[in-house]
């Protein structure tokens, strides 16, 4: 149907998520709901949809808290729709990633419209987030990986450092660095870390410190990642 959106709802109050779930199913949308915020930020991931519309006021976790950890793997569409209407904490809302603030209370109609708009934003030829070298092909809204077409199982913390490294592609980037970048300590002594991390990495990518593709040790200074056919 022309404007249909998949909608998740997290809202723990039972007669306002009914009442909003039959409207908006009403205007086309397919909604889905979750009272906690874990249940939401799982079915989030689990189910991607277009846009979320939260609430603060959870029992479990609070929404600013949710949309901390939903921004952190997640660049999903986001209306933050609470009673919360201080100036400051809008804002707030805003700069940590919510794509709109609505007060409550508020009408389905209004939402509807909050909906569409926030839609209409992101959607026309949004460019693709993925970054691509040779063949891997790295995309951070699912967080996944793929080489020569086929999925690599890697951890939170090895895509982060495959997905930093890959944004700097050709770049020689120190171990410093990707300890104050990727591991958030602002200073050294953690080398090891980095270097068990990164054979894991060759492991998975089925090359080796000796034999590189795409990780290679620069001695002394760092790490670059480079198509090979960059290598040379």
């Known amino acids: 149907m022309p404007g249909m959106a998949r909608l998740l709802i997290i809202e723990d109050d039972l007669a306002i998520r009914t009442l909003l779930v039959r409207a908006l199913r ?16 799982q079915t989030a991931l689990d189910d991607r949809p277009d846009l979320v519309v939260l609430d603060l006021g959870l029992p479990d976790v609070d929404g600013s808290e949710l ?17 919360r209407d ?7 809302l805003l700069d940590a990633g919510a794509d709109d603030y609505l007060v409550k209370p508020f009408t389905a109609a209004q939402l509807d419209a909050r909906v569409r708009a ?3 934003r992101g959607s026309p030829e949004e460019a693709d987030p993925a970054v691509v070298v040779g063949g891997l092909r790295i995309d951070p809204r699912s967080r996944e990986v793929r080489l020569d077409g086929e999925l690599v199982d ?5 895509f982060d450092l495959l997905h930093y490294l890959a944004t700097r592609r050709g770049q020689v980037i120190t171990k410093r660095e990707l300890l104050t970048q990727v591991w958030q300590i602002p200073y050294g002594g953690a080398d ?18 000796q034999q590189p593709r795409y990780l290679h040790t620069v001695r002394g200074v760092g790490v670059r990642l480079s198509a090979p056919e960059d290598a040379a």
């Open 26 to 41: 009403e205007r086309g949308h397919a909604v889905a709901t979750a009272t906690t915020a874990m249940d939401g930020l």
């Open 67 to 83: 949309l901390r950890m939903l921004r952190a793997v997640s660049r999903v569409p986001l209306i933050v729709a609470t009673a």
């Open 86 to 92: 201080d100036e400051a904490e809008i804002v707030r």
């Open 118 to 120: 926030v839609l209409r």
């Open 154 to 158: 890697l951890t939170p913390r090895e």
């Open 192 to 209: 090891k870390t980095i270097d068990v991390h990164l054979s894991w990495l060759r492991r998975k990518l089925g090359e080796s410190a």
